[in-house]
């Protein structure tokens, strides 16, 4: 496994591999692996002959009053991860490196990056969309591959790299779950124990809404209800947002369709859980 | 030469490409031709082994009272000067096609288009860059092809290059002129006949800077003095700004420096004329 640490170095790199035939599959993190992490890499690994994961914690999307600092960075176990998962290229820039002096450009999606996510986090799908605008760049992979547990995330870069003609074929892939159906995440582990026990609440709230559509329930209002009761009635959670929306434009919904995502946040002391749950009406 | 009107048969176009070791120059145009672009195209058929060029006139970089209607659209005569000039490839998109319905990326310079251009013409730079980093990440070309004539798009479209790792090398090539000095421009047809006789008082003011540079001024007050005065003295152009800058960030300088450039625009009645001058302090 290649460890490259700067950005002149992964453009040699990369102009190397060009007259090779390669199929490059890349999968963009910031370390702190689980197995939500380990899932994209074996994905990557089957479907691309060569797989890059860059690790860097992007100082873009956090917002003043966020995890930067905290955020856990476990450098020698993720790339014995990444060794395990038969990765090819590991790219670990330096914030100097990647935001040199001057850097003062940025990319930014529209109404994609509004509700949900971008309304609780104000600068955050800025940051995200521009670092991965940069990593595609320098990258230049045939496809990456995604979680689904940050869904918005996932339809915003979908969309920046088609209004920008990037090229990059995006894998959306399914959230990997605890036993108990709470999502990974790099964050879980700032849970305290009491609210480790509650997380669940959130995916069962959504699986609960999930299960009415199915059943036939085609009142939005009453979908939302279910939702909202279990966190209430089964926690202290709070709910930054339940909500039924359309898979692409991701607005609420007034009507169920054949197709939706229920897109949920919830609030455990001073940890910020989000999941979701895509699901179909019954035929 | 071939000609293709929509991003997915230049996708296809450029795949194609990646097996042929090519070194594709670029260069992005309005149409419109004058001998600045055909010089434009000279440099890259020199330097490169296919050239492509663009043309699309660029709803996004347009004010809401600027000339996007009556901006010129000559298409037929345009494709006969890149055939002349031995152009390999011309893309010509639809405004439909390469913004379709939903699209809603912009890509954004920070600091190096707030004055001059910028503080003029609000949206007018990032129209630009969210148009140019779409067509350099289409188009994938070694090295794309920039007048001097818009200097400090030359700057952020540099800057942009770099903080997003386009890994494409951008080639600031001389401003052609008129033969009383007048820099060409598509929007020279929009000049009264008055007006096209006053025209060429921009660049003999900066010229008058440069000059009095390389005699030794070192004021930096008594510079632009000379170059307003000459605007004055010899017609009612109206001046926006003429300054002495530095090369690479764009601010007004405080003292002269080694290599400096001279940044000017006037109105003349409607028409608004920009121009500059690179100039080197005495040895």
Redesign the interface.
Known sequence: MKIIRT?RAL?LWRARQ??R?VHLGFVPTMGAFHAGHQSLMQRARRSCGTVVVSIFVNPLQFGPTEDLDEYPRPRQTDLALCRQAGVDVVFVPSRKDFYPP???????????TRPWEGAHRRTHFQGV?TVV???L??VKPHRAFLGQKDYQQCCILN??VT?????VNMVMCPTIRESDGLALSSRNGYLSSSARRTAPVLYQALNMGASSIREGETSIKRIETVMQAHIRKTSNAKIDYLAVCHTETLEPLNHTRKKMVLLGAVRLGKVRLIDNVIVNTPV
Chains 1, 2 share one sequence.
């Open positions: 950005i453009q060009s007259s035939n001057g850097f003062q450009t940025s990319v930014t999606v529209g109404v994609l969309t605008a940069k990593l760049n320098l969309q920046m209004d920008l003609g990037q090229g």
